[in-house]
């Protein structure tokens, strides 16, 4: 099972950017794909954007859309997250996820591996 790590949250003034990281420890196949979801506070996790590892096929939720990046480096089994024009709405903690497939999903029990989290705080 792939294991992953998040990385890069932080404290942020509105307008401004972050780029979060997860790591992933094992193989990654052409046929995994990951995707980054939110949880904030009193609220269900949400799904912010998905990438496929073999083809980088990414799609957004809308929110989203124009100001947030997914890409990966295969390389380096890496996913990132690039959150430009950051809102104060954007507050939660950001998870990265895994599975196999690579038919985009955006619920997320339709994930298996799951990092720990990294929270992101966006001040006014």
């Known amino acids: 099972q792939v294991q992953l790590v998040e990385s890069g949250g932080g404290l942020v003034q509105a307008g401004g950017s972050l780029r979060l990281s997860c790591a992933a420890s094992?193989?990654?196949?052409?046929?995994?794909?990951m995707a980054w979801f939110r949880q904030a506070p009193g609220k269900e996790r949400e799904f912010v954007a998905f990438?496929?590892?073999?083809?980088?096929?990414?799609y957004y939720r809308d929110s989203v859309k124009g100001r947030f990046t997914i890409s990966r480096d295969n390389a380096k089994n890496t996913v990132y997250l690039q959150m430009n024009s950051l809102k104060p709405e954007d507050t939660a903690v950001y998870y990265c996820?895994?599975?196999?497939?690579?038919?985009?999903?955006?619920?997320?029990?339709?994930?298996?591996?799951w990092g720990q989290g990294t929270q992101v705080t966006v001040s006014s």
């Open positions: 094992g193989r990654i196949y052409s046929t995994y794909a």
């Open positions: 996820a895994s599975k196999l497939g690579t038919v985009m999903k955006t619920a997320d029990y339709e994930y298996n591996s």
């Open positions: 990438i496929s590892w073999g083809l980088g096929s990414t």
